[in-house]
C-alpha cells in the first residue's frame, strides 16, 4: 500500500480492488474507481507500487488462493473462481509460473494446525476462508 500521511489518491482504489478481486477486475475499473484517466491512473500506479496494476492484481490473487488453502477447506475450483482466476486450470498455471508448485501441493505444505478439519462433505464450519462464507459470498 502506498505511504501513510496525507492518504495517496490510490490507497482507496487499491482497498476496493481487494475487496473486488473475484470480479473482472481491470485496469480500467481501477482507473475509474481512482477518477482518473487511464494513462494516469497506469503512471501512478507504476510510480507508487513499483509495478503494474495487472501484475499487482495477479499477485493479489495469488496470496488470497494461498490463505484459502492455508486455512480453509474448498476445493481448488471454488478457490479459483471466488478469487477471480475463472477456472481452476488458470490458478494452476498462476501457481506453476509464480510459485513453482500446485495449489494442492501448497495446501499440503502450509496448512497449518489451525486450519479447519476436512471433513468428506466439504463442510468445516464457518468463518472468511471457509467454504460456506465463499459460498454466501458469491
Excluded at 12 to 23: K, S
Excluded at 50 to 71: D, H, K, N, V
Excluded at 73 to 94: K, M, P, W
Aim: aromatic share 6%; charged share 20%; net charge positive.
Amino acid at each position: 500500500m502506498p505511504a501513510t500521511g496525507s492518504q495517496h489518491p490510490l490507497t482507496g482504489t487499491l482497498h476496493w480492488a481487494i475487496a473486488h478481486l473475484g470480479e473482472d477486475l481491470t485496469v480500467d475499473r481501477m482507473a475509474d474507481d481512482a477518477a482518473m484517466s487511464r494513462r494516469t491512473f497506469t503512471r501512478q500506479f507504476r510510480k507508487t507500487v513499483g509495478t503494474s496494476a495487472t501484475a499487482w492484481i495477479a499477485t493479489q490473487r495469488i496470496a488470497m488462493a494461498q490463505r484459502l488453502l492455508e486455512t480453509g477447506d474448498c476445493t481448488v475450483e471454488r478457490i479459483a473462481a471466488h478469487c477471480g482466476f475463472g477456472s481452476a486450470v488458470t490458478l494452476r498455471e498462476q501457481f506453476a509460473r509464480t510459485l513453482g508448485t500446485t495449489p494442492s501441493a501448497n495446501r499440503r505444505t502450509f496448512r497449518g494446525p489451525h486450519a479447519a478439519p476436512v471433513h468428506p462433505d466439504g463442510y468445516s464450519g464457518s468463518g472468511p476462508y471457509h467454504q460456506d462464507s465463499i459460498e454466501s459470498s458469491s
